[in-house]
C-alpha cells in the first residue's frame, strides 16, 4: 500500500500562504484518486481537496476558492496550495489514496501528517 509523507506546514497569520507538499512511497502514476485530508483537534477527519489521474479535481466547500491540489507523477509528488488562510483551516494534513466508496474512518496506513496552525 503506498504510503506518503507530509511537509511544509508551520504557523501563519490569516490570509498568509502555505504550500504543502506529499511524496509518495511508490509511484502514483496508476493511482486513480489522490486526496488531502485534515483534521482540527476534537474533530473527524474530512476531505480537503480529491485529483484524479487525469487531472479532474473536487474541492470541499469551506476551501473552494482558497486552494489548489495538483499531482506530478514523475515526481511521485501532491501538492497543496493554500492562500487566504483562516483560523478555521488549522489542522494536521495529510496525504492519502482517496477511495470514494470507503468511509474515511475505514482507511489505514496514514502519514504522521503536517501541521498547519493559522492565528495572529
Known amino acids: 500500500q503506498v504510503r506518503f509523507v507530509e511537509s511544509g506546514g508551520g504557523l501563519v497569520q490569516p490570509g498568509g500562504s502555505l504550500r504543502l507538499s506529499c511524496v509518495a512511497s511508490?509511484?502514483?502514476?496508476?493511482?486513480?484518486?489522490i486526496a488531502w485530508f485534515r483534521q482540527a483537534t476534537g474533530t473527524q477527519r474530512e476531505l480537503v481537496a480529491s485529483?484524479?489521474?487525469?487531472?479532474?479535481?473536487n474541492y470541499g466547500g469551506s476551501v473552494k476558492g482558497r486552494f489548489t491540489i495538483s499531482r506530478h507523477n514523475a515526481e511521485d509528488t501532491v501538492y497543496l496550495q493554500m492562500t487566504n488562510l483562516e483560523p478555521g483551516d488549522t489542522a494536521v494534513y495529510y496525504c492519502?489514496?482517496?477511495?470514494?466508496?470507503?468511509?474515511?474512518?475505514?482507511?489505514?496506513?496514514w502519514g504522521q501528517g503536517t501541521q498547519v496552525t493559522v492565528s495572529p
Open positions: 511508490r509511484s502514483i502514476s496508476r493511482i486513480y484518486w
Open positions: 492519502h489514496e482517496y477511495l470514494p466508496l470507503t468511509p474515511i474512518s475505514d482507511y489505514n496506513a
Open positions: 485529483i484524479n489521474d487525469s487531472g479532474r479535481i
